[in-house]
């Protein structure tokens, strides 16, 4: 009687052990579960969640109200589609992130925001984002940003005109150097040819506009309401100079006052708010050290020993201290083509030009006297600092932050673009609660079609 009791008490024991088995599988199921097919990638219940967690936590540590759970969630995995995409196309070309690269953007993340890697894992964990998490999303930024600028900036050319006409029109202007911390707002236009649509979102993007000024939280709009590719970070633009300022907001920024909201601004694609957060004051004149060099490499190859080429240079060394002709010598014996042709002249050589083994010596080197020999990564060298002087290179400068400026707002266009095509060209199937009205329409239409 006692067996059979054991035997049955033991037979119990099992169904449960079963039944709970079955019921975490279940649990573990329902928290990864599939919430979106995007071409031939998943979006997982788990992703989403994560993502929710980083960005609540971000936005409530920079103190930015947060529309409702609901919303939240779709704009999610919005940009989760988005990203998917992206990170299927870097796939595709072969795009990848080694570890050491990661670890050192990490870094350099840490150490822009006054922070070790160790206060920066902190925060994320007061944020509610583990340093893993944070890796892996960064990883994928990056392959995103990598995917972007080799798909959108093959559409944009910035031409020495376009350049010339950005430099006079703000020489005309004032050339005004402050710089202003902005946040974007954009309520996208889905049918421009529809008057009707025109004036209904018109109608939303004054609303906004007005729940703004009456002390809604413009960030928080950003987050809830904006169609633009910044929208979860609460609309942030980072600090611009004036000369960088999109061309739409451009005409308006420099008049606001912090805190206040632009206008609402009209263009094909939509409409556009901007809020200036914070300003300071722009650079001064622009001046470097450069250093007018000659030099002599004595490279090592499958002919010459990395032994034979020290003492190559050494040899060389000497007989310029015994007061050999440096530029005779280089003729005859630098592996430099370019220079060597030329008894080793560099040139004017600025700051960053150079490898930081030349970089180095030519910055200890006194003018008019032999350093050396020392090593780089291209061979064994001997140079000359014949002369240094203070150049202004402003006009250089702002040159270059011209054709950057034009590149960047050609880019962010373009960009808004582009992402919008790619979205609308991948199969998305949305699942379960996720999956909207007209995503189950057109699936029971395929399916009579079927029939």
């Known amino acids: 009687m006692k067996a059979t009791i054991r035997q049955g008490f033991q037979t119990l024991l099992m169904l449960l052990a079963v039944a709970l088995s079955f019921s ?115 990883r994928q930024e990056m392959l995103s940003g990598r995917v972007q600028q080799r798909q959108v900036g093959n559409r944009i050319r910035v031409t020495d005109r376009e350049v010339e006409n950005y430099l006079l029109a703000l020489e005309s202007g004032g050339g005004n150097d402050a710089e202003y911390r902005l946040a974007y707002i954009f309520i996208e236009l889905d049918n421009p040819a529809d008057d009707a649509a025109v004036d209904a979102t018109r109608e939303k993007a004054e609303a906004l506009r007005t729940a703004i000024v009456n002390g809604r939280d413009f960030r928080e709009v950003a987050v809830a309401e904006s169609d633009a590719s910044n929208a979860l970070e609460g609309g942030d633009m980072g600090w611009r100079a004036e000369r960088q300022l999109p061309s739409l907001v451009a005409p308006v920024v420099p008049a606001l ?29 622009q001046v470097i050290q450069q250093n007018l060099v000659r030099h002599i490499l004595i490279r090592p190859s499958g002919a010459v020993t990395d032994a034979e080429a020290e003492a190559t240079i050494r040899d060389l060394f000497q007989q310029l201290q015994d007061g050999a002709d440096f530029a005779a010598l280089a003729k005859q014996y630098s592996d430099d083509p370019v220079s060597g042709s030329d008894g080793g002249n560099l040139d004017w050589v600025s700051p960053g030009q150079m490898v930081p083994a030349f970089e180095q010596a030519m910055q200890e080197a006194e003018v008019g006297e032999f350093k050396g020999p020392f090593r780089s ?4 060298h001997i140079l000359l600092v014949e002369e240094r002087r203070q150049k202004d290179i402003s006009v250089e400068v702002k040159e270059a932050e011209a054709r950057q400026t034009i590149y960047r707002r050609k880019f962010d266009s373009e960009l808004q673009n582009w992402l919008r095509e790619i979205r609308d060209e991948a199969f998305v199937e949305l699942k379960g609660e996720y999956a909207t ?15």
Request: proline residues 2%; negative net charge.
């Open 24 to 138: 975490v599988q279940a649990e573990r199921k329902l928290l990864d579960q599939v919430v979106a097919i995007v071409d031939d990638d998943v979006v997982l219940q788990s992703e989403l969640e994560a993502r929710v967690s980083t960005i609540t936590g971000r936005l409530a540590a920079q103190g930015t109200g947060l529309p409702p759970r609901r919303l939240l969630e779709e704009r999610v995995l919005e940009q989760l589609i988005t990203e998917s995409v992206q990170l299927q196309m870097a796939d595709k070309m072969g795009m990848r992130i080694s570890d050491n690269e990661l670890n050192e953007t990490l870094a350099n993340i840490a150490k822009n925001n006054g922070m070790s890697l160790t206060e920066f894992e902190n925060q994320l964990a007061a944020e509610g984002v583990s340093y893993r998490q944070a890796r892996e999303q960064i």
């Open 257 to 285: 006052e912090v805190g206040v909201p632009s206008e609402v601004l009209e263009n094909n694609s939509g409409f556009h708010m901007v809020m200036v957060m914070d300003k300071r004051g722009g650079a001064q004149k």
């Open 377 to 380: 990564q291209f061979g064994w």
């Open 437 to 451: 009205d007209t995503t189950e329409e057109e699936a029971g239409e395929s399916q009579e079609a079927a029939e």
